[in-house]
């Protein structure tokens, strides 16, 4: 089992499952939300996760669609702005950020997504599988 918070310590969940590896997205709009070179993610299915407290303090925001579904959101903390857990109903997941976990160990970065919009400033120096859009859905090499 694993537990996670946000900066505050407010917002509490637990991972009773084991988590997917972590992808880093490069997407502009990643990169805007997280102010860094990429936004990490990990995820699990939605049997595998509970709030344990604060949920009412989470909010999302949904991005106006550029292209084709799905559009992108992201979950914070309202009272620290830290990332929060993002369910995914309609797959039956959750995006877990995994800077918000209590102990990281053991998680690996498997891929990197979007990186044809990768920062300029930002080399990619790992062998790690690169795609430049969205990855197939259940590839984690």
């Known amino acids: 089992m694993r537990t996670g918070s946000c ?14 590896p972590i992808q880093a997205c490069h997407a502009k709009r990643c990169r805007k939300a997280t102010g860094g070179a990429f936004a990490p993610e ?8 509970r709030w344990i ?4 303090l989470v909010v ?10 799905p559009a992108y959101r992201r979950a914070f903390c309202r009272v620290c702005g830290s990332a929060a857990p993002l369910v995914y109903p309609e797959i039956g997941g959750v995006g877990i950020p995994p800077g918000a976990l209590d102990d990281e ?11 044809d919009q990768k920062a300029a400033w930002f080399p990619i120096e ?7 859009m969205r990855p197939p859905r259940g590839v984690h090499e």
Not at 7 to 20: A, K, N, Y
Not at 53 to 56: F, K, L, R, V, Y
Not at 105 to 114: C, D, K, Y
Not at 126 to 132: G, I
């Open 126 to 132: 790992d062998e790690l599988p690169q795609f430049p």
């Open 7 to 20: 900066l505050c310590g407010q917002v509490r969940f637990e991972i009773t499952r084991e988590l997917t």
């Open 105 to 115: 160990t053991g998680l690996e970065l498997s891929r990197h997504a979007f990186v």
């Open 60 to 69: 999302q925001y949904e991005a106006p669609l550029l292209e084709a579904p």
């Open 42 to 49: 990990a995820g699990v299915g939605l049997a595998g996760f």
């Open 53 to 56: 407290s604060g949920e009412e």
